[in-house]
């Protein structure tokens, strides 16, 4: 069965320090990929998504994901996470049809 | 522009009791989706309305779980009765058609039940 997996239920970190949160998935054909975030108390919203092209895509706030084929990954990264990024992240991976299946989600949780 | 809106927020109830939930999609989506988000989960897709119709409810538990989009705008998703393992957060999201089948989402602020 199709699946995404989020490496990290909880991270924990200090402002300044760089962010990688890993996000894989189970599925041998073309996708389409997300990174939502939920700050507390708002809503689910889009941080970033890469359709095609270039396999390093930049959103929001300073953060990026890379889409590594051959590893059925698409991490997202940033170089210096601040106290605002504490947040819930999810992965989500779209295999065409209106089907998208989401990871379990990280929480974030940067110390000032 | 207004963003996907749902009510209510939070509901307790007990056990057994009927509980409703409502959507109001961004304006001019046409597709509309419900997702439940159990504790520690992703959201897992319950149902997904083109306009009015339901075309993908293969996830919804029939035999308590009712939804309907009547004018293909806003939608309600019914529970009747309620049981102690539908504790959870029922979202909502929107998208548009040139979107919609790609996965990029709007989705609203949540309902939390709890059923006591």
């Known amino acids: 069965a199709q699946s995404v997996s989020q490496h990290n239920h909880h991270v924990i970190l200090s402002e300044a320090a760089s962010l990688e949160l890993g996000c894989n998935y189970s599925?041998?054909?073309?996708?389409?990929l997300f990174w939502y975030v939920q700050y507390p108390g708002q809503h689910l919203q889009l941080l970033l998504k890469?359709?095609?092209?270039?396999?390093l895509v930049k959103g929001i706030k300073g953060f990026e994901a890379e889409f590594i084929k051959s590893k059925f990954s698409f991490n997202l990264r940033k170089p210096s996470v601040q106290w605002s990024d504490t947040a819930e992240y999810f992965c989500?991976?779209?295999?065409?049809?209106?089907?998208?299946?989401f990871g379990a989600g990280t929480r974030l949780f940067v110390k000032a | 522009e207004a963003g996907v809106v749902q009510s209510p927020r939070y509901k307790i109830i007990e056990k057994k009791q009927p509980v409703a939930f409502w959507c109001n999609p961004i304006?001019?989506?046409?597709?509309l989706y419900w997702y439940l988000q159990n504790l520690g989960q992703g959201p897992e897709l319950l149902i997904r309305?083109?306009?009015?119709?339901?075309?993908?409810d293969s996830q919804l538990p029939k035999d308590r779980f009712s939804a309907e989009r009547l004018k293909g705008v806003d939608s309600t998703l019914k529970i009747q009765p309620a049981e102690l393992g539908d504790s959870a957060v029922y979202l909502c999201?929107?998208?548009?058609?040139?979107?919609?089948?790609?996965?990029?989402?709007?989705f609203g602020e949540g309902s939390r039940l709890t059923v006591l």
């Open positions: 309305y083109e306009n009015e119709e339901a075309v993908d």
């Open positions: 999201a929107s998208s548009s058609s040139v979107w919609g089948g790609t996965g990029e989402l709007f």
């Open positions: 599925y041998g054909g073309t996708v389409n």
């Open positions: 989500a991976v779209n295999t065409g049809g209106f089907k998208t299946i």
């Open positions: 890469y359709f095609s092209g270039d396999p």
């Open positions: 304006s001019g989506h046409n597709t």
